[in-house]
Structures are given as C-alpha cells and as structure tokens.
C-alpha cells in the first residue's frame, strides 16, 4: 500500500476531530481494518477508499498528491495524476487543477483477481464506461457484466459495487458526483 494514504486518511480524519469509530459507522469499515489502513500494514481497494473519503467529505482525489504542473483548464494526454496501489488497481485523475468539481472524472484500471465486496450506497451519482475487459456490476443485488463500449449511469443511493471477477485486467472511466461540501 501507498504508505502516504494511511497517512493522509489519518491526518484528514483527526483534523476533523472524527475517531475511528466514527468513520467505521460511517464506512461499514472494521475499526481495525482502518487503524491498519492509518498505519500502513495493509493494502486498501478502491472501494473502501471511496466509503473514505466520503465519510471524511473529500473526493478520492485527495489522498492522490497533485504532482504535475498544467494548464488549469486542459489535460494533456498521458499527463493525469496516477497510482498504483496494492496488487488491485491503478487510479488516474482525470480531473485536473479544478477547484471544488462537481463531478470527478477517473480512470480506473482493475487488475485480475478482484473480489467481489459488499454494495453500498451514499450520495450523488454515478457514470462508468468500459474501455477494456469486463466488469462487474452490482445493481439492487443484481449482477451485470459490462463489455467494452457498455455503460451505466446509476444514483449512488441505490446499493451498488462493482469488481473484475476475470483473470485479465478491466479499464473503465469512472465518473462521480460529489456532493458539495458546505
């Protein structure tokens, strides 16, 4: 794991004066799991980052340092912001300098050997597009796998998750609402 998202998710949730069980009832995340997430000993998914980072209300963007200099309003290809995290995916802000989005544009590159989690729900909504591979949808408790070329665009208050069930990897564009953060 990324040892500087521990840090970041610990340092975020302390300014807000939230303890870790706070963000467990949050997240539906174990207190453990996330006091080692904080410390670095183990890896997170995506998906767990996501129940993250809104109960902290942030974007998942947050936790990923903006390293690249360019222009606020363009993204020159192949210059996204990306990480690599664990052995489960690889995590592209396509969002570039803008402040306070209303949506948060990503692409998402899910490695074999995915699990399938739990769904869940939260605000906003969302939008995915499959580039390459296939991906799994959990919708209402029903499965849906998506080819290349399929797309969804669901509310994010209906419980929902989504994995790579298949043994090659899975490239998607992942579009998110986020709520605005008064």
Known sequence: MDRDIGILI????KSKKMTLKEVS?????????????????????????????EA???SPSYFFPD??????NMIRRGSAK????????????????VTNPLFVPILVTLLPGDKKETPFSHEGQ???Y????????????TEYDLSPGDSIHMESNVPHNWFNKTKHPT???FVSSTPLIV
């Open 126 to 128: 969302e939008f995915i």
């Open 10 to 13: 610990k340092s975020l949730r």
């Open 171 to 173: 490239q998607f564009i």
């Open 25 to 53: 009832e949050k997240t539906d995340l174990s207190i453990s799991f996330l006091s080692q997430v904080e410390r670095s000993l183990c890896s997170i998914t995506l998906q767990s980052l996501r129940k993250i980072s």
């Open 67 to 72: 390293t690249i200099e360019m222009d606020k």
């Open 130 to 141: 499959v580039l390459e591979g296939m991906l799994t949808v959990i919708l209402n408790d």
């Open 82 to 97: 990306q990480a690599e995290h664990s052995s489960s995916f690889i995590y592209s802000d396509l969002s570039g300098n």
């Open 56 to 58: 902290l209300g942030v």
